[in-house]
């Protein structure tokens, strides 16, 4: 996985070098057709409501003016609940991408080493359930929180998604092709099972860790179908339903809308440029195993 | 499929056994054991309680208040009127009665879904604010109760005979509100005049169909190029049936038929309904509609001379346009001009709060005074007629006289919206229907579908058998 | 509220395990790792799966107070027999049937561009791949203001076809669905991208080398060195976005002017499910339809067992 940033130094024959040129003039393309629309987010969220669509047909439209910055974010925060929503996003994905984490590899873990009865029905349940989308669950699993009086609750959003069996089965190809030679020194120096996944077996497996983490955040933050369903008042709508709520009010406040987008986007956005090397590493992984 | 009841029962344990381990996972509020009756109830023998309950008139209130109360109240708003309404209520008859009231604002959108997702969780506010038409549905379900005795003798002589007749529901009065609402055209009249366009006063006198053809044409030829306002950013929702269903029943059609409010077929796809459907279509397809507007400007700023909207844009088309504001009935497209009526209301949910604490304060905001507040608020029609001979603008000659008419013409003019627990697919497929005919699509195909979800609906819930 | 973890919280090695009795602390070990994920997914996929199997006979409502009875297939003939529903499909087909060759053919063009170790292509690469770190919901908000009949993607156009050629996009339904193809493009197509760049940089280099000795041509070596090098991501991502855009939701649900519309336009199976098990509160026909899209990724899914390539 640590290939793709493996810098690989490029043939240097003449041939390429001409072609150099349009390449660039591709990926600029490429870049204004990626870029344009979050700069439309950014600089709507600066400027009065009625111009954000009115400014559109000409360049105004990245032109932050009449500018009115303050009571967009302000309106945001105040009538879209941002704050609120913030929380209800973070405790969310924080939840599912730690006990994730912890559930989906320590299973993942028994699986590959452990020897316990029921390990190969187990691992065949995992692969079967793989297939199951949540959104085939999603009605029945409605129905079973709403009898147990769980819609409207943070839990209900979380902790359908902490096990996670296409992670179960990442971390248990990622344990069954490590070399089980450390684990079995470890092993003869007295270290029990729980010893061993966690001073030995766990620092191995970072990057089946990082990638499974960062796929896990973007899917938990980026949730929308199952909050459309089970979230209703405000404390406990995550930022896509907030954003979606927000809109829901006419006439709709195009800039606020901006802000509120731009705050919600903001904190993935600078987490990610931050880190970019280990969220592409991290997504790359993903397609080593179909 | 004679052993089938034993099948489902073992589901239901199954369920159980998963409320058990869920609840001694994660529950933090003890609300297993809540679970496990109301699925009891629920499943197997329709609604027990619910049913005791919203049956049976037999007197909920027994004039005591036992204690100091606290009672939730859900509302669509938080505009100062409500929060007002709210403290002079626990500052005044509250304190004295021991009623403390508790607002817990909901918004608009999303707001039936909020109370359905209350009720499944069994969660309901003590006091419902609802929009009109949704009374039937939460009474059939059993989330309110009729109010019985707790309104005394006389005390809805004062009420607009709209407001009591929307409250109910089965030969019950469930619900009652402060303001009733009104529907037609604000105009800006001097566009009119220079236009030489007749102004209609009452709704007897409304434009014909051909008239307002006639009449939007030449407003775009005048250079006005979209010249009626249908507020469409209001998007899917409430708007679509309060506004745009009196066009069908203005035809002679409607969204239901209300002999037996089991089908739709004939109301909502016959002839009369494709007539006017496909007229309104036309005006879309011409441009006639403004339907790029994002918000109000366009009629506040004089770019567009005729806004099709209700009562609660008084308020700033007057402050805007002041003298130049009129208000013309909706034009007639075949059986006379009609209207929408019917708003907001309150309802006692079913539940343990203390009847006489609920009626106090539903009493409360209906009082004159609440209601002079609130209705002033809305820029909306008072529900009690002391309020409304009050108000100048009510009166012959006053700016929002014809509302008045409208609804003293009620239901030949103002047209309630359907009392049956059907009204929510009713609304859903009138307002997919109309977006997709403003959108192109066939009128008479779109129409059946719309018909053919309506009755869906009515059959999957076995018609809506009274309870 | 972290209650699984807290199941787990003992697990620290509390007692040094003496080393002949390794295999037993092995299996209690073995039933103790499993036993968080097992459990949620038991009550979260197992318990639910079969619920919908189950419910998927009944006429169960959300809440009714009416009592629930079997009804045997009604559900299922419903569904099959209802005009929305295979709409529904219709839709999902045309999404699919567009997204995944341009959306897997952008994603290598994508891949190839930024791969060439060129100056500034590690900042190309973030630019692509920023909108995945948007939510969908987030991406249909900002993309509401440029399709708006007067929005930039109209500007732009107008510019290009001299004002011939500026569509109603999202109320237009002839037009809806490919601007929701758009917005998916946009906000998604950098995933594939990443994956089918780490697949491009694990081609062994001395490939390449041997192919331009042996005097191959650009596109020679793309076709013989590259596309197999990178069979197998590549096939990935193609049934990755196939099996994803059956799933389509966010977009339809907030981009056009009602959820699945206008007319139907951009209805999808998931469109379907949210509004019948959901919104109708018809949590028995829902399950039926959740029943069929499963039967449908269960297809795709052996579908894409079958046609893996195989290593050489």
């Given at each position: 996985?640590?290939?793709?940033?493996?810098?690989?130094?490029?043939?240097?024959?003449?041939?390429?070098?001409?072609?150099?040129?349009?390449?660039?003039?591709?990926?600029?393309?490429?870049?204004?057709?990626?870029?344009?629309?979050?700069?439309?987010?950014v600089?709507?969220?600066?400027?009065?409501?009625?111009?954000?669509?009115?400014?559109?047909?000409?360049?105004?439209?990245?032109?932050?003016?009449?500018?009115?910055?303050?009571?967009?974010?302000?309106?945001?925060?105040?009538?879209?609940?941002?704050?609120?929503?913030?929380?209800?996003?973070?405790?969310?994905?924080?939840?599912i991408?730690?006990?994730?984490?912890?559930?989906?590899?320590?299973?993942?873990?028994?699986?590959?080493?452990?020897?316990?009865?029921?390990?190969?029905?187990?691992?065949?349940?995992?692969?079967a359930?793989?297939?199951?989308?949540?959104?085939?669950?999603?009605?029945?699993?409605?129905?079973m929180?709403?009898?147990?009086?769980?819609?409207?609750?943070?839990?209900?959003?979380?902790?359908?998604?902490?096990?996670?069996?296409?992670?179960?089965?990442?971390?248990?190809?990622?344990?069954k092709?490590?070399?089980?030679?450390?684990?079995?020194?470890?092993?003869?120096?007295?270290?029990?099972?729980?010893?061993?996944?966690?001073?030995?077996?766990?620092?191995?497996?970072?990057?089946?860790?990082?990638?499974?983490?960062?796929?896990?955040?973007?899917?938990?933050?980026?949730?929308?179908?199952?909050?459309?369903?089970?979230?209703?008042?405000?404390?406990?709508?995550?930022?896509?339903?907030?954003?979606?709520?927000?809109?829901?009010?006419?006439?709709?406040?195009?800039?606020?809308?901006?802000?509120?987008?731009?705050?919600?986007?903001?904190?993935?956005?600078?987490?990610f440029i931050?880190?970019?090397?280990?969220?592409?590493?991290?997504?790359?992984?993903?397609?080593?195993?179909? | 499929?004679?052993?089938?009841?034993?099948?489902?029962?073992?589901?239901?344990?199954?369920?159980?056994?998963?409320?058990?381990?869920?609840?001694?996972?994660?529950?933090d509020?003890?609300?297993?054991?809540?679970?496990?009756?109301?699925?009891?109830?629920?499943?197997?023998?329709?609604?027990?309680?619910?049913?005791?309950?919203?049956?049976?008139?037999?007197?909920?209130?027994?004039?005591?208040?036992?204690?100091?109360v606290?009672?939730?109240?859900?509302?669509?708003?938080?505009?100062?009127?409500?929060?007002?309404?709210?403290?002079?209520?626990?500052?005044?008859?509250?304190?004295?009665?021991?009623?403390?009231?508790?607002?817990?604002?909901?918004?608009?959108?999303?707001?039936?879904?909020?109370?359905?997702?209350?009720?499944?969780s069994?969660?309901?506010?003590?006091?419902?604010?609802?929009?009109?038409?949704?009374?039937?549905?939460?009474?059939?379900?059993?989330?309110?109760?009729?109010?019985?005795?707790?309104?005394?003798?006389?005390?809805?002589?004062?009420?607009?005979?709209?407001?009591?007749?929307?409250g109910?529901?089965n030969?019950?009065?469930?619900?009652?509100?402060?303001?009733?609402?009104?529907?037609?055209?604000?105009?800006?009249?001097?566009?009119?005049?220079?236009?030489?366009?007749?102004?209609?006063?009452?709704?007897?006198?409304?434009?014909?169909?051909?008239?307002?053809?006639?009449?939007?044409?030449?407003?775009?030829d005048?250079?006005?190029?979209?010249?009626?306002?249908?507020?469409?950013?209001?998007?899917?929702?409430?708007?679509?049936?309060?506004?745009?269903?009196?066009i069908?029943?203005?035809?002679?059609?409607?969204?239901?038929?209300?002999?037996d409010?089991?089908?739709?077929?004939?109301?909502?796809?016959?002839?009369?309904?494709?007539?006017?459907?496909?007229?309104?279509?036309?005006?879309?397809?011409?441009?006639?509609?403004?339907?790029?507007?994002?918000?109000?400007?366009p009629?506040?700023?004089?770019?567009?001379?005729?806004s099709?909207?209700?009562?609660?844009?008084?308020?700033a088309?007057?402050?805007?346009?002041?003298?130049?504001?009129?208000?013309?009935?909706?034009?007639?497209?075949?059986?006379?001009?009609?209207?929408?009526?019917?708003?907001?209301?309150?309802?006692?949910?079913?539940?343990?709060?203390?009847?006489?604490?609920?009626?106090?304060?539903?009493?409360?905001?209906?009082?004159?005074?609440?209601?002079?507040?609130?209705?002033?608020?809305?820029?909306?029609?008072?529900?009690?007629?002391?309020?409304?001979?009050?108000?100048?603008?009510?009166?012959?000659g006053?700016?929002?006289?014809?509302?008045?008419?409208?609804?003293?013409?009620?239901?030949?003019?103002?047209?309630?919206?359907?009392?049956?627990?059907?009204?929510?697919?009713?609304?859903?497929?009138f307002?997919?229907?109309?977006?997709?005919?403003?959108?192109?699509?066939?009128?008479?195909?779109?129409?059946?579908?719309?018909?053919?979800?309506?009755?869906?609906?009515?059959?999957?819930?076995?018609?809506?058998?009274?309870? | 509220?972290?209650?699984?973890?807290?199941?787990?919280?003992?697990?620290?090695?509390?007692?040094?395990?003496?080393?002949?009795?390794?295999?037993?602390?092995?299996?209690?070990?073995?039933?103790?790792f499993?036993?968080?994920?097992?459990?949620?997914?038991?009550?979260?996929?197992?318990?639910?799966?079969?619920?919908?199997?189950?419910?998927?006979?009944?006429?169960?409502?959300?809440?009714?107070?009416?009592a629930?009875?079997?009804?045997?297939?009604?559900?299922?003939?419903?569904?099959?027999?209802?005009?929305?529903?295979?709409?529904?499909?219709?839709?999902?087909?045309?999404?699919?049937?567009?997204?995944?060759?341009?959306?897997?053919?952008?994603?290598?063009?994508?891949?190839?561009?930024?791969?060439?170790?060129?100056?500034?292509?590690?900042?190309?690469?973030?630019?692509?791949?920023?909108?995945?770190?948007?939510?969908?919901?987030?991406?249909?908000?900002?993309?509401?203001?440029?399709?708006?009949?007067?929005?930039?993607?109209?500007?732009?156009?107008?510019?290009?076809?001299f004002?011939?050629?500026?569509?109603?996009?999202?109320?237009?339904?002839?037009?809806?669905?490919?601007?929701?193809?758009?917005?998916?493009?946009?906000?998604?197509?950098g995933f594939?991208?990443?994956?089918?760049?780490?697949?491009?940089?694990?081609?062994?280099?001395?490939?390449?080398?041997?192919?331009?000795?042996?005097?191959?041509?650009?596109?020679?070596?793309?076709?013989?060195?590259?596309?197999?090098?990178?069979?197998?991501?590549?096939?990935?991502?193609?049934?990755?976005?196939?099996?994803?855009s059956?799933?389509?939701?966010?977009?339809?649900?907030?981009?056009?002017?009602?959820?699945?519309g206008?007319?139907?336009?951009?209805?999808?199976?998931?469109v379907?499910?949210?509004?019948?098990?959901?919104?109708?509160?018809?949590?028995?026909?829902?399950?039926?339809?959740?029943v069929?899209?499963?039967?449908?990724v269960?297809?795709?899914?052996?579908?894409?067992?079958?046609?893996?390539?195989?290593?050489?």
């Open positions: 996985m640590t290939a793709v940033a493996a810098a690989v130094a490029p043939p240097k024959s003449k041939g390429i070098k001409k072609r150099v040129w349009p390449s660039y003039v591709a990926m600029g393309l490429f870049a204004i057709f990626f870029l344009f629309p979050v700069a439309i987010m600089i709507g969220s600066l400027k009065a409501d009625e111009v954000v669509i009115r400014d559109q047909t000409s360049l105004a439209a990245f032109n932050p003016s009449p500018f009115e910055a303050g009571s967009n974010y302000a309106s945001a925060a105040d009538t879209g609940n941002y704050f609120t929503s913030l929380r209800v996003s973070m405790i969310v994905s924080t939840v991408v730690i006990g994730g984490m912890f559930v989906n590899s320590l299973f993942g873990y028994a699986l590959a080493r452990l020897k316990f009865k029921g390990q190969r029905f187990l691992l065949g349940l995992v692969v359930l793989i297939i199951i989308p949540f959104e085939a669950l999603a009605v029945p699993l409605l129905l929180m709403s009898e147990i009086q769980w819609t409207d609750t943070l839990r209900a959003q979380f902790l359908p998604f902490i096990a996670q069996p296409l992670y179960i089965y990442l971390f248990y190809s990622f344990f092709g490590l070399p089980k030679e450390l684990e079995e020194a470890a092993m003869i120096d007295g270290a029990g099972p729980y010893r061993t996944f966690f001073s030995v077996v766990f620092p191995l497996a970072r990057p089946a860790y990082a990638s499974a983490a960062i796929l896990t955040f973007l899917y938990s933050w980026g949730q929308f179908l199952w909050p459309v369903m089970v979230a209703r008042s405000a404390e406990v709508r995550p930022l896509p339903l907030g954003l979606t709520f927000f809109r829901g009010v006419p006439p709709v406040q195009w800039a606020d809308l901006m802000a509120f987008a731009t705050m919600m986007v903001l904190p993935v956005v600078i987490v931050l880190f970019q090397r280990h969220f592409i590493e991290g997504v790359a992984g993903s397609g080593l195993k179909g | 499929m004679s052993h089938a009841p034993r099948k489902f029962s073992r589901l239901l344990a199954i369920l159980f056994a998963f409320t058990l381990l869920a609840a001694a996972c994660g529950g509020d003890g609300d297993g054991e809540g679970a496990g009756s109301e699925e009891g109830s629920g499943s197997e023998e329709g609604s027990g309680s619910e049913e005791a309950a919203g049956g049976d008139a037999a007197a909920p209130c027994d004039g005591n208040i036992d204690g100091p606290t009672l939730t109240l859900t509302s669509h708003g938080s505009g100062d009127a409500y929060t007002g309404a709210v403290a002079d209520f626990n500052a005044g008859p509250g304190t004295e009665l021991g009623v403390t009231v508790e607002l817990i604002d909901l918004g608009e959108a999303g707001y039936e879904d909020f109370i359905v997702a209350a009720a499944a069994g969660d309901l506010p003590d006091i419902i604010d609802m929009d009109g038409p949704f009374l039937y549905n939460f009474a059939w379900n059993g989330f309110v109760q009729p109010l019985g005795n707790c309104v005394p003798d006389g005390s809805l002589d004062d009420f607009l005979p709209s407001i009591i007749s929307q109910t529901y030969g019950e009065l469930y619900s009652l509100g402060a303001f009733d609402s009104g529907m037609g055209i604000w105009a800006k009249r001097s566009v009119l005049e220079a236009n030489d366009i007749r102004i209609p006063e009452t709704s007897e006198d409304a434009w014909t169909v051909d008239e307002f053809d006639t009449i939007l044409r030449t407003l775009q005048s250079g006005i190029s979209s010249p009626l306002d249908i507020k469409w950013f209001y998007g899917a929702g409430e708007w679509r049936p309060y506004g745009f269903a009196p069908i029943q203005s035809a002679g059609g409607d969204i239901i038929n209300r002999s409010f089991q089908s739709a077929e004939g109301a909502l796809n016959g002839p009369e309904a494709v007539a006017a459907m496909t007229t309104f279509q036309t005006w879309a397809q011409d441009g006639l509609l403004d339907l790029e507007a994002v918000d109000d400007t009629f506040i700023e004089g770019d567009v001379p005729l099709w909207v209700g009562h609660w844009m008084y308020g088309y007057k402050e805007a346009l002041g003298d130049d504001l009129v208000l013309v009935p909706l034009p007639d497209f075949g059986t006379g001009s009609k209207a929408g009526m019917g708003s907001w209301n309150y309802a006692m949910a079913t539940g343990d709060a203390d009847p006489d604490a609920v009626w106090a304060f539903i009493e409360f905001v209906t009082s004159p005074e609440q209601v002079k507040i609130i209705a002033d608020a809305e820029s909306a029609v008072p529900a009690l007629r002391s309020v409304l001979a009050a108000d100048p603008t009510f009166q012959p006053g700016d929002r006289y014809l509302y008045v008419l409208n609804l003293e013409a009620a239901p030949d003019i103002a047209f309630p919206r359907p009392a049956t627990p059907a009204y929510g697919a009713i609304r859903d497929a307002s997919d229907a109309l977006a997709d005919i403003v959108a192109g699509a066939d009128v008479q195909e779109t129409l059946d579908k719309a018909v053919a979800e309506i009755d869906a609906d009515i059959a999957a819930n076995d018609g809506y058998p009274t309870q | 509220m972290t209650a699984p973890a807290a199941t787990t919280g003992d697990l620290e090695p509390s007692s040094p395990e003496p080393q002949s009795r390794e295999r037993e602390s092995r299996f209690s070990a073995g039933i103790i499993s036993l968080p994920a097992a459990l949620l997914l038991t009550l979260f996929m197992v318990i639910p799966f079969g619920f919908a199997l189950v419910l998927s006979f009944t006429n169960r409502k959300l809440l009714s107070p009416l629930t009875r079997w009804v045997g297939f009604d559900n299922y003939v419903d569904v099959l027999t209802d005009s929305g529903f295979w709409g529904a499909i219709k839709n999902n087909l045309v999404f699919s049937i567009v997204t995944v060759p341009v959306q897997s053919a952008l994603a290598l063009l994508l891949a190839i561009l930024v791969n060439q170790k060129l100056r500034g292509s590690v900042f190309f690469r973030v630019v692509y791949f920023l909108p995945i770190t948007f939510s969908l919901s987030a991406a249909s908000i900002i993309w509401l203001v440029l399709l708006n009949p007067s929005g930039m993607v109209n500007t732009v156009l107008e510019v290009f076809t004002g011939a050629f500026s569509p109603d996009w999202l109320n237009n339904p002839t037009y809806t669905m490919a601007a929701v193809i758009l917005v998916s493009l946009w906000a998604s197509v594939q991208m990443v994956i089918l760049l780490a697949a491009l940089q694990d081609v062994p280099r001395v490939l390449y080398e041997a192919a331009s000795v042996d005097g191959a041509s650009a596109w020679g070596q793309f076709r013989n060195v590259t596309l197999p090098g990178i069979r197998h991501q590549l096939f990935f991502v193609i049934t990755i976005t196939m099996i994803l059956f799933r389509l939701f966010d977009q339809v649900w907030i981009l056009p002017p009602r959820p699945g206008p007319v139907d336009a951009t209805n999808t199976i998931m379907e499910l949210v509004d019948t098990g959901f919104g109708a509160g018809q949590v028995g026909k829902g399950s039926a339809i959740a069929l899209f499963f039967l449908l269960l297809f795709l899914t052996i579908f894409q067992r079958r046609f893996e390539p195989k290593d050489l």
